[in-house]
């Protein structure tokens, strides 16, 4: 597959763990924030997006936080399984911006 | 996503040498976008596309250029190509009309190397 991240930072879990992946933003001004997951040899695909009006939004096993104060924003993945293993971004998007600015991502793996 | 491809999926290309990369999208949006990816440095964006007649630059648009050939098809060229263009080149949509335009599908990528 292909190599999307040789300097990424990692975090390693085992299968049934929690998984909680950090993210800090830059833009105070960014309405959106959004996590992408890529597997190796993929594309980005979309999993959660929160609005900077929330602090707290839950998907299926998984929620974002909002920390605006700190501007930081975690994905949790509840009982972490080996398909969850993938390099993770967070997105902003920023008040009168059309586009995305993507983080440098995360890989998460998880050992069974 | 087999509903955004690209082609080809891997090239290996040399120095100064012209290259096009092809996206075509069966999602009927109208936002198209072409993004780089380099290891440690996540998804940087190069061009995007609002409509056929609205093409934008990117953070990273020099050394490329694009065309929006129909709503569906989104190229992208690099006209003398260098080493440093070596990447991971993604193609992405996103529909206006949804409310969601932040949400963006992504095509498989295209892995260019340039020698």
């Known amino acids: 597959g292909e190599s999307v991240g040789l300097h990424l930072p990692t975090l390693s879990v085992q299968e049934g763990d929690n998984s909680i992946i950090n993210c800090a933003y830059s833009?105070?001004?960014?309405?959106?924030f959004i996590w992408y997951k890529q597997e190796s040899g993929k594309g980005p695909q979309f999993i959660i997006d929160?609005?900077?009006?929330?602090d707290k939004r839950q998907g299926q096993r998984v929620t974002v936080l909002l920390n605006k104060t700190v501007k930081h924003l975690s994905l949790q993945i509840a009982a972490t399984q080996p398909g969850d293993s993938a390099v993770y971004f967070c997105?902003?998007?920023?008040?009168?911006?059309?586009?995305?600015?993507f983080g440098t991502g995360t890989r998460l793996l998880v050992s069974p | 996503d087999a509903d955004v491809t690209q082609t080809p999926r891997n090239r290996i290309t040399k120095t100064g040498k012209r290259i096009m990369l092809e996206c075509s999208q069966t999602?009927?949006?109208?936002?198209m976008y072409w993004y780089r990816q380099d290891p440690g440095l996540g998804l940087r964006l190069i061009y995007y596309?609002?409509?056929?007649?609205?093409?934008n630059k990117g953070e990273i648009s020099d050394g490329y250029s694009v065309s929006r050939q129909a709503q569906a098809k989104f190229s992208l060229s690099l006209e003398s190509a260098i080493p440093n263009q070596t990447a991971l080149y993604f193609c992405?949509?996103?529909?206006?009309?949804?409310?969601?335009?932040?949400?963006?599908?992504f095509g498989p990528g295209t892995r260019l190397t340039v020698t």
């Open positions: 999602k009927g949006h109208d936002r």
């Open positions: 833009n105070s001004a960014s309405d959106y």
């Open positions: 929160i609005r900077s009006n929330m």
């Open positions: 997105a902003e998007r920023g008040t009168g911006f059309q586009k995305l600015v």
């Open positions: 992405a949509t996103s529909d206006k009309a949804s409310g969601r335009h932040y949400e963006q599908y």
């Open positions: 596309s609002f409509d056929v007649k609205d093409i």
